[in-house]
Each structure stands twice: as structure tokens, then as C-alpha cells.
């Protein structure tokens, strides 16, 4: 299961010491996607973020796929379980510009600040999860652990803390939330209603079975 922990402390290497690592890192890369060290000390590479996204996102885009519902020029709807997306960035990137490039990448009309990402690390069979401050650089944090996901994987998630801030939503979005409620729950009680009238069905032939002369 996940738990919290500490935010660990920023080393700040040396130059020679980041050259150093990204050579390390390079050479245990399997995906192609390695690291590039510029002349002004400022490194490039990739990073993969998993969207865990409970609620649906406002996209400014008619090419969104799953349950939707439309308003204007705008669509809500949820994202993949699952989905991963890769990212080119510097190691100057922060975290809020790496949500921001997201988003944008999504045509994701939703507010940044509803959202946070989260380093997931695995260590002695447990799954530590934190979220990461806004200044943090994701690039530095995924050269230090390496090229494994199993040691480190970035996530990008709704804020916690309890209660959904709703006031954080536009009109627009909460009324497309209620279009995708008032859907899934016709959805449902569809559902319901022939699951219910096919055990009728089968009554009454059993029924008809029981009464039936001779």
C-alpha cells in the first residue's frame, strides 16, 4: 500500500558529478530515451507521468474518446485508467511547469492548480508516495533514482485533502460534471431495468413450466 514520506533533502551536484551520472544513466537505458548534457551545464531528457485521475478534465477539443459530454467548444470526460504519458523537459523544468505541459499536451482546459504531482518510489516492498513541491525539478529526481520506474515513477493526481473544491471549477466544467452524472446514471438504470426484466423473464417461464396442464 502507498504511504507518506519525507521529502528528501536537494543535493546539488557539481557539474563533473551530473556529467558523471548521466553517463551512468545513458548506459543503463533500455527505451532509447536517454539524457543530453548541453555546454551550459543544463541537461534534456524524459520523463513518464501516469494519469490517476478520479474526475474528468475539461479538454478544448472534439477528439476526445469515452463517455463525454459537450458544451460550446469544450468536452469533459475521463481519462484512461492508466494512461502514461512521456515528456521532453530540462532539468530548469518544475514541477508546475511539468503539470502545465501536461495539461497542455492534453488540450486540458482545466485550472494547473487543481492538480499535483506525485514521485512514487519502491523500496523493501513498500510503495512510498509524495507529493512534490512546485519548485522541485522532476528531470534532477529522475537522474539521480535512474532509468528503472520500478525505483522511481512519476503520477499526476487531483489535489487531496478531503472535499472537492468546487469553487476551483468554472460554471461550464460543473455543468458538464452534471451532463456526465445525469449520463451515467441513465446508463445505470438502464442496466438495472433489463437485469431485472430478464430475472422476470425467467420467472415467469419457470412459472409457466409449473402451472403448465399435464
Not at 551545464?41 to 513518464?48: R, S
Not at 460550446?72 to 530548469?92: Q, R
Request: aromatic letters at 8%; charged letters at 30%; one cysteine or more.
Amino acid at each position: 500500500k502507498d504511504v507518506q514520506k519525507e521529502r528528501e533533502p536537494h543535493v546539488y551536484l557539481s557539474k563533473e558529478e551530473v556529467k558523471e551520472k548521466i553517463q551512468s544513466y545513458n548506459s543503463s537505458v533500455t527505451d532509447k530515451l536517454k539524457m543530453t548534457l548541453n555546454a551550459n551545464g543544463i541537461y534534456t531528457g524524459f520523463i513518464k507521468v501516469q494519469m490517476e485521475l478520479c474526475r474528468p478534465i475539461t479538454v478544448q477539443s472534439s477528439q476526445s474518446q469515452g463517455r463525454c459530454a459537450h458544451s460550446n467548444n469544450e468536452t469533459a470526460f475521463y481519462l484512461p485508467d492508466g494512461c502514461v504519458n512521456t515528456l521532453h523537459i530540462s532539468s530548469t523544468n518544475t514541477v508546475r511547469e511539468v503539470i502545465e505541459a501536461l495539461l497542455k499536451k492534453f488540450f486540458v482546459a482545466d485550472n494547473p492548480a487543481k492538480f499535483a504531482l506525485y514521485k512514487r518510489c519502491h523500496k523493501e516492498d513498500q510503495v512510498y508516495t509524495c507529493k512534490l513541491s512546485d519548485r522541485e525539478h522532476p528531470l534532477y529526481l529522475r537522474l539521480v533514482a535512474g532509468p528503472k520506474t520500478e525505483m522511481l515513477s512519476f503520477v499526476l493526481r487531483e489535489h487531496e485533502t478531503g472535499e472537492v473544491m468546487w469553487e476551483a471549477f468554472s460554471i461550464p466544467e460543473l455543468q458538464n460534471f452534471l451532463r456526465i452524472l445525469d449520463k451515467e446514471e441513465n446508463e445505470q438504470l438502464q442496466i438495472l431495468k433489463k437485469r431485472y426484466a430478464a430475472y422476470r423473464d425467467k420467472l415467469e417461464e419457470a412459472l409457466g413450466g409449473v402451472w403448465k396442464p399435464g
